[in-house]
């Protein structure tokens, strides 16, 4: 699960350090020489084709006038990081679904780090749900359902929105939220019924 969530981090930086650049409408060679590192090197970390150091993340953020972790969100302490590797959901009855929570931010186009900042949490908090690392407990899921204006249950129960779509989820979305669970599961399966007979 660790190397998983290092991938993880390693591809997220990566794209944080593309969208950030193109921000600041900077070339990588730019950037090579504003924080006296290698080109080749920025373009590795451009590429995601390895982690980018402490040193080097420090320097990259003084030049794009960035926080560290907002390119890399698993930068802190190593004893903090590595604690929160160790973290698991206080609550395992709740079966929380990582895909549906990726499929979520995918529709609302909201970043991770964004995501994060509206919970007041760690960007690497989220990265450790989506990956599966750790999942959130009550208090957070609860959060979260807030944010994405859906019921906790979506967020739990694998039985109903393993396979829904895009589109299946948009429409769920704009559900009331005072249907009951028996409703949404009905609601829910005549949506897969009529687009079933209609493809």
Not at 26 to 53: C, D, H, W
Not at 57 to 80: F, G, H, M, R
Not at 124 to 140: H, M, Q
Request: glycine letters at 2%; a positive charge.
């Amino acid at each position: 699960m660790k190397d998983k969530l290092k991938q993880s981090i390693v591809a997220i930086t990566s794209a944080n350090l593309k969208r950030i650049l193109y921000a600041r409408q900077m070339s990588q060679r730019e950037l090579a020489l504003k924080a006296n590192i290698p080109v080749p090197t920025i373009s590795r970390y451009f590429l995601g084709n390895g982690a980018i150091t402490s040193k080097n993340l420090v320097k990259i953020a003084k030049v794009l006038n960035v926080e560290p972790d907002e390119i890399d969100p698993s930068y802190q302490s190593t004893s903090d990081f590595l604690a929160t590797l160790s973290e698991k959901s206080d609550d395992p009855q709740l079966n929380f679904r990582a895909d549906y929570l990726k499929q979520l931010i995918q529709n609302s186009h909201l970043s991770i780090h964004e995501v994060a900042d509206k919970l007041d949490l760690k960007a690497v908090t989220v990265y450790k749900w989506l990956t599966g690392v750790s999942s959130p407990n009550k208090d957070n899921t609860a959060k979260l359902a807030a944010l994405f204006n859906i019921s906790v249950d979506y967020l739990t129960d694998s039985s109903t929105i393993s396979d829904l779509t895009p589109q299946q989820t948009q429409i769920l979305k704009a559900l009331p939220k005072d249907l009951t669970n028996q409703q949404v599961t009905l609601i829910i399966s005549l949506i897969k019924s009529v687009l079933d007979n209609t493809n």
